[in-house]
């Protein structure tokens, strides 16, 4: 039941293959595919088939095997498929290209109707080198290693392949598939976030199908390796956008891009991001290196100080941080080094520095704790001994434990000791630039795993909102078949969430006005209201500072006639009188929102004001925000130096910004109507927050509130919580597991006597390996569930206080199926309250969410001698039998 449900397809023990023979292969692909095939090196069985054989279904029964591997002229790839079916092959993989649509859906028709893993069509394989399998027509084989690559271009990961023949770099997996595969991308993630031979992933994009299903898989991938993707049309929306395009209401609808959208999702997903096939191979190049950076602090050391100054000017670029080691370190390592070095923020050992210069120059930045990874540079000046120095970083390789890396420039002088580093597994480039590069992009793994982790929920700990207020609002709206909301309107929804705004009210006459403007006091604001004019600055339809009732009325019948005459088309409600800020010092900001048709709603944050499309200067996060999230969005913007102190002016109040942000979050988590937003200007000070002008835009939708189906990354499930008695009168809280929950569930596993860690995990372990703690407590709920028990301990100070400490007592949990209808269980309870009722209630409970998920039935695997468990399965209705897998085991069904 563990196994991953893609082990038939990337390691089979038995293949059948349906490609004609060596000497007659039927198809050009095919013939590649004999041609790099080494069937004596396989160590499964393997069988020949034709298409066209015949026979009955009992001689054919005996070719019964894991993987088929299929490259047959179109015409015939329906009826093997068909034949692979009656056989109960488990999966398949076509290797062909430009199929017709109709034929591909056919294919993927009778794959599912036999429960055939398709790979493809449209697809050049997968080899799996550490098996000896070559399931493709990519060439021949690459060498084994611990790199893993999918890609949607077979002629790019013929070129992966190809570099990586002669930088040293090895695969576990290459995958070539394109969208038209039954089984996608991130169904070959799965299968990667869990394959121990398997430690970084490499990922080359061209189109996303399905975005919460994709982020899921790279989520999970991401959280136990890195991941690096490259992905192709930064400046042209993908195929599925194309067909969504709509006219912009907003500011925000208009400059906010597909691919910026793609790049928070990213980086919230906790993946990197590289721009081009260079950075994607220097990235590869360092990650198959041993150790990974656990910051951004990079140590330069060169013998010269021109090529450690360029790699100090991309050091600054990539936002990284220079380092050295701490001062005593600086002067015992000075002793070592000749009369000429001279160390600052880099650490330049002259040119006269020999090897022993360099080993005493690395020995001290690997320990130095305060230095997260090495670059070491050298250039071919008249009488350095090249080769000496790589053999001496060589010897060093082992006993450095952080990244180490190098730069060795020129090229002929050079080329025998970037031998000697190759062969040490050292990663060397052949510019200062494109090493700090590499170096930055694989230090964003460590950044991003901390968005990574980040579970908000949907609603924040602030007041509650009056989302009843707000959907009738939105309805009312698109009653009347309007999507663009009034300024008043969209205002009233603001407040519906607490967010403070400027008291507007329209006027319909010039007298209106001033009866308006002497209840708000002076002074006040006028500003066209008319739904047909996006940008009231494209009339003038903005007046501030007004401070009497001859300027009101004057203002009011300017405006009026000036908009008529300017845009007579245009429908005008009148013009709204509202109070100005009062925040003489405050600076202006923006957030907005607009919705991508692959990853839903995006929230923008940045500079303010009438300019913000040519300033440019904002930064976007995927909803829904937590306090972490909302902070780091408004440190990633350039503006965000100036909230601080600022020309006499004293910082703004961050919290009421943050909390802000936290409020926008709501709104879009909790009406899937929001389209788009402009809330521009916000003035922010250090008394607080107040919105001056928004603009929403709104849409039908069929979602219902709850269900959080607009979102790319689902909330955490705060409303799952519930509090419980145990018998003996504690109480104890059962809600769903949090990522940051995971120090207390190693504490549990820790705890646990071997028995129960036997029972629950079928092996000896004594606790969780980091991978398996990382998947155990990031889950997707979308696609699984994990309810942990809380009980909160009280223990007595020295004082006569009481200290309280969270402990998790109790873990049910489920994962969906590939068949997404069923589901497998797992449920541990700590000894110390086992026969508490504990049990049974966590999994009547994790029982329900399942059932309220839609899933038709729930199953897992009992131990045979778990007497307590089997027992309990039989108190809660399942069915009990032996596994058809594994004897010691019992297989538990239960029907939802």
């Keep these: 039941m563990n196994k991953h449900y893609l082990t038939a397809l990337f390691a089979p023990r038995s293949v059948v293959v349906f490609a004609g023979n060596k ?6 692909l095919a013939r590649v595919f004999f041609q790099h095939f080494n069937e004596e090196k396989f160590e499964g069985s393997l069988t020949y088939l034709d298409s066209q054989m015949t026979g009955s279904l009992a001689d054919l029964a005996s070719s019964s095997a894991d993987l088929a591997i299929l490259a047959l002229p179109e015409a015939e790839l329906a009826n093997a498929l068909q034949i692979l079916g009656r056989i109960q092959c488990r999966a398949a993989v076509i290797i062909s290209l430009g199929l017709d649509r109709n034929i591909t859906k056919n294919l993927h028709r009778i794959a599912h109707q036999h429960g055939i893993y398709l790979l493809g069509p449209d697809s050049l394989g997968f080899q799996r080198p550490k ?31 190809d570099w990586a023949a002669k930088n040293g770099v090895g695969f576990s997996t290459v995958v070539s598939l394109e969208t038209d595969s039954a089984i996608g991308i991130d169904q070959v993630l799965d299968f990667l976030a869990d394959d121990a031979s398997t430690h970084t992933i490499v990922i080359y994009l061209e189109e996303i199908i399905t975005a919460r299903r994709f982020m899921s ?15 192709t049309a930064r400046h042209a929306h993908n195929k599925t956008t194309s067909k969504s395009q709509h006219k912009a209401h907003t500011h925000s609808a208009h400059i906010i891009n597909s691919d910026a959208i793609f790049d928070a999702a990213l980086q919230r997903a906790g993946a990197v991001r590289v721009s081009s096939m260079v950075q994607l191979f220097a990235a590869a190049k360092c990650l198959s290196a041993r150790y990974l950076p656990v ?14 100054l360029l790699a100090a000017d991309q050091v600054h670029q990539d936002g990284l941080a220079l380092a050295v080691p701490d001062n005593a370190a600086i002067t015992q390592l000075q002793q070592h080094l000749s009369q000429h070095a001279h160390i600052s923020n880099l650490l330049d050992l002259s040119q006269e520095a020999s090897a022993q210069h360099y080993r005493e120059a690395v020995t001290a930045c690997a320990h130095c704790k305060d230095i997260d990874g090495i670059l070491v540079i050298l250039s071919p000046i008249a009488g350095v001994d090249t080769g000496a120095i790589a053999q001496t970083l060589a010897d060093l390789q082992s006993t450095v434990g952080k990244p180490f890396i190098t730069c060795w420039m020129g090229d002929e002088k050079v080329t025998a000791a970037r ?3 190759f062969q040490a597994g050292i990663p060397s480039f052949r510019t200062p630039e494109a090493a700090v590069d590499a170096f930055h992009h694989v230090s964003l793994f460590h950044r991003n795993q901390q968005l990574l982790r980040q579970v908000p929920s949907p609603l924040t700990q602030l007041a509650q909102p009056d989302l009843e207020g707000a959907r009738i609002l939105i309805e009312s709206v698109l009653a009347e078949r309007r999507k663009v909301l009034t300024e008043m309107e969209s205002k009233a929804l603001l407040s519906a969430f607490h967010i403070p705004v400027t008291k507007t009210i329209l006027a319909r006459s010039a007298t209106e006005a001033i009866l308006v403007a002497n209840q708000l006091s002076y002074p006040v604001a006028l500003k066209i209201d008319a739904p047909d004019i996006a940008h009231h600055s494209e009339i003038q339809g903005l007046s501030l500072n007004i401070n009497n009732a001859a300027a009101v009325r004057d203002g009011w019948q300017d405006m009026m006639a000036r908009a008529k005459r300017l845009r007579p088309d245009a429908q005008i409600n009148g013009i709204t009188v509202q109070t100005m800020s009062g925040k003489p010092k405050g600076r202006e900001v923006y957030i907005g929102m607009a919705s991508d048709p692959l990853f839903g709603p995006v929230i923008a944050f940045g500079a303010g004001g009438v300019m913000i499309e040519v300033i440019a200067d904002r930064a976007l996060e995927l909803p829904p925000l937590n306090q972490f999230l909302a902070h780091r969005l408004i440190e990633r913007v350039r503006c965000a130096d100036m909230l601080g102190h600022w020309r006499g002016a004293a910082p703004i109040d961050r919290e009421a910004l943050e909390n802000l942000l936290l409020r926008v979050s709501e709104m879009i988590c909790a009406l899937p109507q929001l389209r788009e937003m402009d809330i521009n200007p916000i003035i922010v000070d250090a008394d607080g927050v107040l919105v001056v002008d928004a603009k929403i835009v709104v849409e039908h939708s069929s979602i219902e509130p709850g269900k959080y189906e607009h979102l790319a990354i689902l909330p955490y499930p705060a409303d799952k919580e519930t509090d419980w008695p145990l018998r003996d009168g504690r109480h104890y809280v059962i809600r769903p597991l949090h990522p940051h929950d995971a120090e207390m569930l190693q504490d549990m596993v820790k705890n646990l006597s071997p028995e129960s860690r036997y029972f629950r995990f079928a092996s000896t372990l004594r606790e969780l390996s980091e991978r398996m703690l990382a998947r155990f407590t990031l889950i997707d709920y979308d696609r699984e569930m994990a309810l942990v028990a809380i009980h909160t301990e009280r223990s007595p100070n020295d004082d006569g206080s009481f200290s309280e400490r969270e402990r998790i007592i109790g873990v049910s949990r489920y994962v969906t199926n590939p068949d997404k209808r069923t589901c497998e269980f797992s449920l541990l309870v700590a000894d110390d309250f086992a026969s508490q009722g504990l049990g049974s209630r966590l999994m009547h409970s994790i029982i329900e969410v399942a059932r309220s998920n839609g899933l038709a039935s729930i199953e897992g695997l009992v131990l045979h001698d778990n007497t307590k468990m089997l027992a309990l399965m039989r108190k809660l209705d399942f069915s009990i039998k032996s596994s058809e897998e594994d004897r010691d085991f019992r297989l538990c069904v239960k029907a939802l």
Excluded: D, F, Y
């Design 23 to 28: 000497a007659l292969p039927q198809t050009a």
């Design 131 to 161: 098996a000896h399998l070559n399931a493709s027509a990519l060439g021949k084989m690459a060498p084994p290693g611990p790199l893993a690559v999918v890609s949607q271009s077979g002629a790019v990961t013929s070129s992966i392949l």
């Design 217 to 231: 898989s790279l989520r999970a991938a991401a959280n136990s390796k890195p991941v690096i993707v490259l992905k």
């Design 295 to 308: 910051g951004r602090r990079l140590a330069v050391i060169s013998n010269g100080a021109g090529p450690a």
């Design 419 to 421: 031998t000697i580093l």
